[in-house]
């Protein structure tokens, strides 16, 4: 499993609880709402930072290609 699905598996488990719970609770919906919303918030913050990794690990590969390329060069 990658990094990725860890995180959402790892935050899904949360998203079901506050879903069953306010269920079987019958808690108004706004409550759920706010649980649900900051688990969004944590979901996209670090799938942001994945990506900038990511973007970051693809530059340094490109930078690298290109500089094997080109100083390197053809003989």
Not at 7 to 24: C, H, Q, R, T
Not at 30 to 42: G, H, I, N, W
């Amino acid at each position: 499993m990658d990094q990725i699905e860890q995180i959402v598996s790892g935050l899904m488990m949360p998203i079901k609880k506050e879903v069953n719970d306010a269920y079987y609770y019958g808690r108004h919906p706004e409550q759920s709402r706010k649980v649900l919303d900051e688990l969004e918030t944590k979901l996209s913050s670090q799938l942001a930072r994945q990506y900038a990794k990511g973007w970051d690990a693809g530059q340094q590969a490109l930078a690298q290609e290109l500089q094997q390329k080109w100083v390197g060069g053809h003989k």
